[in-house]
Structures are given as C-alpha cells and as structure tokens.
C-alpha cells in the first residue's frame, strides 16, 4: 500500500543543473541507462517556456543529455526576459525530478484526507473513472465540475483536450475568477480590452507609478526596464500597503489602507481638472464621458481622499503635482502607471482599476510609447488565439449548462440540488490548481472536499492538500516533458515549449490523460484525436510555427504607441468612463472595514491582506526545501506598534483569527507592515503550515463589484499568542 507521507514532500537543496541520476531509476522508468555524466558531450538544447502565472513568460533553454537535464537557463536571445530566471524556476529541474513525484495512477484506500492510497494501473484508473462520469452523467451531467486555472499558462495543457472534454459531456462550466476577472473586467470597460502598454516601452518612461505590484518579486523582466528609466532620471513611486522590496527601491511609497485604490484615483483625477492639467484634445478626441468623470471626481479633495486612504496629505500633493506635471508636450512626460491585480482583490476592485485606467487618458500619456498603463497585455494576443478550435464550445451542442465560480467553491460544494442552483455537485475533476489551498474561506473547502459521496479525480506533480481528498491522482507531465505554446499577459511573444525529456514513470500530459478518457467514455468527435503536438500548431492563427519552433518565441504585432491617436478596442475607438453595463466608475469601500462593518471592526480591528511569500507562488514550490528553507516558516507580519498593544514579541507564534477560522505562524514584527494592517504572506500548503492551518482560513466568499472575483485583501482579523483563548476555539 502506497501511503505518502503526512507533511509534503521534500526535495534537496542544491544546484538544479546537476545531473539528477543519484535519483533511483525507480523513480523515472523513462530514464536513459546510457546517458553519461553531465561533462560527456555538449547535450543538445531544446525551447522551452516557463508555465506558470506571471506576467513574464521566460524563454527558456534547457540542454539535454540522453533523458536528463544538465543545464536550464532562461534564453539569453530573448529580448524581453534577457536570459534571468527567478530563483523559483531555475530550480525547475527539482520539480521534475523530485524523488516524492506521482509516477503512477493512485486510488484511495482510506477516508478522505488520510493520505492512504493504493497503486494501480492506468486502464483500471481510466475505466473506472469514466464508468462512474457515465453514471453520474446519466442523470445530470451538469452534477459533473471541472476545476482549474494556471498550474500551467499553456494553451495545450491548459483548456484545449480537457475543455473539449467537458463541452462534449455537457459538465457544469467552470468561471475562472480566482485571480484576475476584476481587473480584467474594469480594463476591459476602459479601453474595451486587456490591452496596454509595451513593458519594454517603460524604460522611456520618466514617471514610473507601480501600483499594487511587488514588481521584484513578481515581475523581475519589468523590474530591469523600470531600472533602466531610473538610471536615465525616472522619479518611481510606489503604491501599496505593503513596504515591499520594490517600495524600498522606488523614490516615493505611498503606503494607502488596503482597498483605497479608488478614492486615492478620483483625488488624483480632481487635482488634474482643478489645477487643468489635462491634455484637453487628447480627452477631446479619445475619451468618452469627461463630463460625468469631472462630476464623479469633484468631491474627492485630497484632503478627503488623504483621511480615506490613511496617508499624509503632503504626500498625495506631492504625487498629484509629479503626475500632473508628466501630462504629454511638457519635459515631465511620459509618464507610466504599472498595476497588478492585488489592488483588485477588495469589494471595489474592478472600479478602481477602471478609475486608474482614465488617469493616462486625461493627461495624454498615450502619446508617446512610455506612457500610458499596463495591467495585462493578454488582449493583444486575441487575433491570434484559435481558442474556439482549441476548446469546442460547439459540442455543448446547444445544451443547457451552468456556470459555478471557482472563488465560491466552499459553498458550492456544500449546496443541496434545487431549482435555482441545480443539481448537487457528484464529481469534481481538478487540474491545474490546488483549491484546498488557494480558495477562500478553506475550512468550508475542506469539508465539501470530504464529503464521501463526492467523486473527485486530482491531476497532479505531487500529493498536495487537494491530492490528499482524492478518490484518483492521476500523474501528470511537467513542463520539461510535453508539448505546448504560451501567450503571456505581461508582454507580448509567443513563446514554444517543447518536450525536453520523456516523461518519468507512467505520466501523461493533461491532454492525453483527457483524450484517454474520452475514448472510454464513447466520445468518437474527430477532435479528439488531435495529439498534442497538433494542437501546440493549430492553437495560434498567423504565427509561423516553424519559425517558432526555431527561435522560441514569435513577436505578435503591437504599435509602439497602440492608442496615441485613440483607437482603443471600443465601439468608438475611444476610451469610456460611462460603460454601458457598468455605468460610471466609483470608490466603492470594502465589505469588511471601520467604515462599512464598526461592529465588526471592534471584534477585529486589524485589516488583513495575504500576498505571496517571495519564493513561492501561490501554492506551487512550497513543497521545494530549497525554497521553503529560504521562507522558514508561515508568517504574518505586523507593525511594531500593534504588536506591543497586544503584549506580542517578533518570533513567536501567533493566532490570527477572525469568525472564519483561526491561522497559526510565526509573528515578523516589521515595518513592512502599516499600523492597522497586518500582512499574511501566502500560499503555504496547509500540511507544511502550522497546526495544519493556512492564511486562507481567514478570507471570505463574498465577491467583487466586476468580474465576481474573490475579495482576498478585503478583510478584518484580530492577533494573539499561539496559546490564547481564540486558538483552538
């Protein structure tokens, strides 16, 4: 009986590039016996991509000798991540060679998250799985949930096989919201898309703000330009709760109370009308709705604005007078706004993003090719996507189907079958994502995850918290070992992956794994028998896939200044503050704060938001040593301050908790930390965290304005010693 252990498994620390052969050839099946020490022969290099959620999308060369790895590094050719890996994925190679790795197809033999499973074959695993779909799918296909989202960012392993899949069952729709739908639906309101500027294009910027985004530690490749325009004279600001290792080396930080982002917005907007520093034919001839803005705008002072946001009110004169002197024809310009999706995880995310986005339009920042604002770049790559060819929505074949949001998936899992919900969910299917983990409000994930007559299949790399509530773990490929083809949503390339290495053990792409099971199921559509090399060359339309193979990546068409004449993807071509579904932005305060809940603030004073560890992201790599020795343990940091009015010391470990749940780690007093705010850094495996406990624990499952993401950063706790009265209640 195959019983993988309690706590996650453990990799080495070391150099990634080494031969990993000191592995038991057990362990790889696949493995060359007549690959020689990694010194034989040169290897021969292949082109990879790295798969996972970041805006950067490194090139990647890996050299090869026989089936092992000897050397991976990012391709130093590409332009826009000039070779530099982060240290989370030059240490890839431990992934794929990691001696606790699923090699094999496991069923459980316990109850649900004891971690008891058994080995067994593939046809056994794939028969029985597809005989209990077939059951289940005769009476409500839609009782059937898959559950996904960027494990990979590929196009092929992500939703091509797999999304077919599910059309062709007739399974529940899944709305992938956990990370990016606010702010995705606020820009798409703006400027009609997930479109912005070039990340190279910042480099000529001379007013940088970075605003909610830890670029060091979560967008290295952007972080060089940025580097790039300081050293030329930029003036960088940063704005976020956090003193994070980017604000210490920016000029300014501008540390705003955690869901203000709006109200900060409409001051600066304000300022720029009142001083009339507004490019005035740009909001002419560009912009749709100036009047309703000014209007909206009006009342936000900046003396308002400075009380709502918790910051100095010389401070936001001083960003007021830098922005608005940067408007286009003066010697300030251009200047940059860089967002990224923390700010969009409170009550009012999805406005607030709309309302940053109309700063550039009122100054005329579009006009040069290093101003303007970059949230995502993924819409640029809309005309060349097959994403319709790749998923098959058409096999629904006009069925009725539903849609579950992935962040309410706590709830739903717990939902009874009635008219307005439909059927109860009987069997998940996962790929790509660790919910037990990174969903909200984890304690009621857990238990719709343990609920026994719930079929749940895992496709996975390793024994995860959501791999442990399994009926099947089915072994997936890793990057290193499968086809697949990557947009990106930081700039703008093509980027190829093809297979280094066979794969170890018994793996199976997702892609295969999906095809497999749809010949069980009597699934006989011609498009199920595409292989995946055939749907890495058919997911793109105008891209040359030879000459993508060749370099590694493939430019995608983009201007140098894509809306300095307008020409924004609206209707008008222009960019819109009255949007016609959600009319004309507004701060919208948090669900949880003094202001909104004062009953509840008196409970729990602190606001708490939870962004990612700097070695980890999200859950992945947490269960790589080097790396979590790097980390140490789960921590929350806290404002000196604050913890001397609770009677705590930095190192010990702590409660916090709120009516959700309770969250153990270890206390990091810190100036990182503003009064009033605590941050708990994330995504720790529940396993390897304390008392088996993550900051998740403490979020909730209520929603944002736009897009109906999660609301991660919109949240009240309060802290204690590890042993208070709160800790076990």
Same mark, same amino acid.
């Given at each position: 009986?195959?019983?993988?252990?309690?706590?996650?498994?453990?990799?080495?620390?070391?150099?990634?590039?080494?031969?990993?052969?000191?592995?038991?050839?057990?362990?790889?099946?696949?493995?060359?016996?007549?690959?020689?020490?990694?010194?034989?022969?040169?290897?021969?290099?292949?082109?990879?991509?790295?798969?996972?959620?970041?805006?950067?999308?490194?090139?990647?060369?890996?050299?090869?000798?026989?089936?092992?790895?000897?050397?991976?590094?990012?391709?130093?050719? #590409?332009?826009?991540?000039?070779?530099?890996?982060?240290?989370?994925?030059?240490?890839?190679?431990?992934?794929?060679?990691?001696?606790?790795?699923?090699?094999?197809?496991?069923?459980?033999?316990?109850?649900?998250?004891?971690?008891?499973?058994?080995?067994?074959?593939?046809?056994?695993?794939?028969?029985?799985? &597809?005989?209990?779909?077939?059951?289940?799918?005769?009476?409500?296909?839609?009782?059937?949930?898959?559950?996904?989202?960027?494990?990979?960012?590929?196009?092929?392993?992500?939703?091509?096989?797999?999304?077919?899949?599910? #059309?062709?069952?007739?399974?529940?729709?899944?709305?992938?919201?956990?990370?990016?739908?606010?702010?995705?639906?606020?820009?798409?309101?703006?400027?009609?898309?997930?479109?912005?500027?070039?990340?190279?294009?910042?480099?000529?910027?001379?007013?940088?703000?970075?605003?909610?985004?830890?670029?060091?530690?979560?967008?290295?490749?952007?972080?060089?330009?940025?580097?790039?325009?300081?050293?030329?004279?930029?003036?960088?600001?940063?704005?976020?709760?956090?003193?994070?290792?980017?604000?210490?080396?920016?000029?300014?930080?501008?540390?705003?109370?955690?869901?203000?982002?709006?109200?900060?917005?409409?001051?600066? &907007?304000?300022?720029?009308?009142?001083?009339?520093?507004?490019?005035?034919?740009?909001?002419?001839?560009?912009?749709?709705?100036?009047?309703?803005?000014?209007?909206?705008?009006?009342?936000?002072?900046?003396?308002?604005?400075?009380?709502?946001?918790?910051?100095?009110?010389?401070?936001?004169?001083?960003?007021?007078?830098?922005?608005?002197?940067?408007?286009?024809?003066?010697?300030?310009?251009?200047?940059?706004?860089?967002?990224?999706?923390?700010?969009?995880?409170?009550?009012?995310?999805?406005?607030?993003?709309?309302?940053?986005?109309?700063?550039?339009?009122?100054?005329?920042?579009?006009?040069?090719?290093?101003?303007?604002?970059?949230?995502?770049?993924?819409?640029?790559?809309?005309? %060349?996507?097959?994403?319709?060819?790749?998923?098959?929505?058409?096999?629904?074949?006009?069925?009725?189907?539903?849609?579950?949001?992935?962040?309410?998936?706590?709830?739903?899992?717990?939902?009874?079958?009635?008219?307005?919900?439909?059927?109860?969910?009987?069997?998940?299917?996962?790929?790509?994502?660790?919910? %037990?983990? %990174?969903?909200?409000?984890?304690?009621?994930?857990?238990?719709?995850?343990?609920?026994?007559?719930?079929?749940?299949?895992?496709?996975?790399?390793?024994?995860?918290?959501?791999?442990?509530?399994?009926?099947?773990?089915?072994?997936?490929?890793?990057?290193?070992?499968?086809?697949?083809?990557?947009?990106?949503?930081?700039?703008?390339?093509?980027?190829?992956?093809?297979?280094?290495?066979?794969?170890?053990?018994?793996?199976?792409?997702?892609?295969?794994?999906?095809?497999?099971?749809?010949?069980?199921?009597?699934?006989?559509?011609?498009?199920?028998?595409?292989?995946?090399?055939?749907?890495?060359?058919?997911?793109?339309?105008?891209?040359?896939?030879?000459?993508?193979?060749?370099?590694?990546?493939?430019?995608?068409?983009?201007?140098?200044?894509?809306?300095?004449?307008?020409?924004?993807?609206?209707?008008?071509?222009?960019?819109?503050?009255?949007?016609?579904?959600?009319?004309?932005?507004?701060?919208?305060?948090?669900?949880?704060?003094?202001?909104?809940?004062?009953?509840?603030?008196?409970?729990?004073?602190?606001?708490?938001?939870?962004?990612?560890?700097?070695?980890?992201?999200?859950?992945?790599?947490?269960?790589?040593?080097?790396?979590?020795?790097?980390?140490?343990?789960?921590?929350?940091?806290?404002?000196?301050?604050?913890?001397?009015?609770?009677?705590?010391?930095?190192?010990?470990?702590?409660?916090?908790?709120?009516?959700?749940?309770?969250?153990?780690?270890?206390?990091?007093?810190?100036?990182?930390?503003?009064?009033?705010?605590?941050?708990?850094?994330?995504?720790?495996?529940?396993?390897?965290?304390?008392?088996?406990?993550?900051?998740?624990?403490?979020?909730?499952?209520?929603?944002?304005?736009?897009?109906?993401?999660?609301?991660?950063?919109?949240?009240?706790?309060?802290?204690?010693?590890?042993?208070?009265?709160?800790?076990? &209640?």
């Amino acid at each position: 009986m195959v019983q993988p252990p309690p706590k996650a498994p453990e990799s080495p620390p070391g150099n990634p590039t080494l031969n990993p052969a000191a592995h038991s050839a057990k362990a790889h099946s696949s493995a060359d016996p007549a690959a020689g020490p990694a010194s034989a022969a040169p290897g021969r290099v292949v082109r990879a991509a790295c798969p996972h959620d970041c805006p950067d999308t490194c090139a990647i060369r890996v050299t090869v000798q026989g089936d092992q790895v000897i050397k991976l590094q990012g391709d130093p050719d #590409h332009p826009l991540t000039h070779g530099a890996l982060c240290t989370k994925v030059s240490r890839y190679v431990e992934r794929v060679e990691h001696p606790d790795r699923v090699l094999q197809p496991l069923r459980r033999a316990g109850p649900k998250g004891s971690g008891r499973f058994v080995p067994v074959s593939w046809d056994e695993a794939l028969d029985d799985i &597809a005989t209990r779909l077939k059951s289940i799918a005769a009476r409500d296909p839609r009782a059937i949930l898959p559950y996904s989202y960027a494990g990979t960012m590929g196009l092929v392993q992500g939703e091509s096989m797999a999304a077919r899949f599910f #059309h062709r069952l007739g399974a529940s729709l899944l709305d992938r919201t956990i990370c990016a739908s606010a702010g995705a639906a606020g820009l798409t309101a703006t400027y009609g898309g997930k479109v912005g500027m070039r990340t190279e294009h910042f480099a000529q910027s001379k007013l940088i703000l970075i605003w909610g985004s830890n670029s060091i530690a979560s967008n290295l490749h952007f972080w060089t330009f940025v580097q790039q325009a300081k050293r030329q004279g930029a003036k960088l600001w940063c704005i976020d709760p956090r003193r994070t290792e980017t604000a210490d080396k920016c000029h300014r930080h501008l540390a705003i109370r955690p869901g203000t982002d709006g109200a900060l917005a409409l001051a600066l &907007a304000r300022e720029l009308i009142v001083r009339d520093e507004l490019d005035h034919a740009y909001i002419r001839d560009h912009l749709e709705g100036f009047d309703v803005l000014r209007e909206r705008a009006m009342p936000w002072t900046l003396e308002r604005a400075a009380a709502e946001c918790g910051v100095a009110l010389e401070d936001l004169q001083e960003l007021a007078r830098d922005y608005g002197a940067a408007r286009a024809g003066t010697g300030a310009a251009p200047a940059a706004i860089r967002l990224n999706y923390g700010m969009q995880r409170v009550h009012g995310g999805g406005n607030a993003v709309r309302l940053v986005a109309l700063l550039p339009c009122l100054i005329g920042a579009w006009r040069h090719p290093g101003g303007g604002l970059l949230l995502s770049s993924s819409g640029w790559f809309t005309p %060349v996507r097959r994403d319709a060819w790749l998923q098959r929505p058409d096999l629904l074949a006009g069925r009725d189907s539903r849609t579950i949001n992935m962040s309410t998936i706590g709830d739903d899992l717990l939902r009874e079958s009635s008219r307005d919900f439909g059927p109860r969910i009987e069997a998940l299917v996962v790929y790509n994502s660790n919910p %037990v983990a %990174v969903a909200p409000e984890s304690s009621k994930v857990v238990k719709g995850f343990q609920r026994e007559d719930l079929f749940t299949v895992v496709l996975e790399h390793f024994m995860t918290d959501t791999a442990d509530q399994a009926d099947y773990v089915l072994p997936a490929t890793t990057q290193l070992e499968h086809w697949d083809v990557h947009t990106s949503y930081g700039h703008t390339d093509v980027v190829i992956n093809e297979p280094a290495v066979r794969p170890r053990g018994q793996a199976r792409s997702n892609a295969q794994i999906f095809r497999d099971l749809a010949q069980r199921m009597g699934f006989d559509d011609p498009c199920f028998k595409d292989d995946d090399e055939a749907l890495a060359r058919g997911a793109l339309a105008g891209i040359d896939f030879a000459a993508l193979r060749q370099q590694g990546w493939q430019p995608v068409p983009v201007p140098d200044a894509p809306f300095a004449q307008g020409g924004f993807p609206t209707p008008s071509g222009r960019a819109r503050v009255d949007s016609p579904q959600w009319g004309v932005p507004d701060y919208i305060p948090n669900h949880e704060s003094a202001a909104t809940t004062p009953a509840l603030a008196q409970r729990y004073p602190l606001a708490m938001i939870s962004p990612p560890a700097r070695n980890f992201l999200n859950s992945t790599f947490v269960n790589v040593r080097s790396l979590r020795d790097i980390e140490g343990e789960p921590l929350v940091e806290m404002h000196p301050d604050d913890a001397a009015a609770r009677g705590l010391v930095d190192g010990q470990t702590v409660c916090v908790f709120n009516d959700r749940g309770r969250y153990h780690c270890r206390l990091n007093m810190s100036t990182r930390a503003r009064p009033g705010v605590v941050n708990g850094l994330g995504i720790w495996w529940r396993k390897l965290g304390l008392r088996g406990t993550n900051v998740n624990e403490l979020t909730h499952q209520r929603l944002t304005d736009l897009g109906r993401a999660p609301t991660f950063y919109d949240c009240l706790v309060e802290v204690e010693p590890a042993d208070g009265p709160h800790a076990s &209640a």
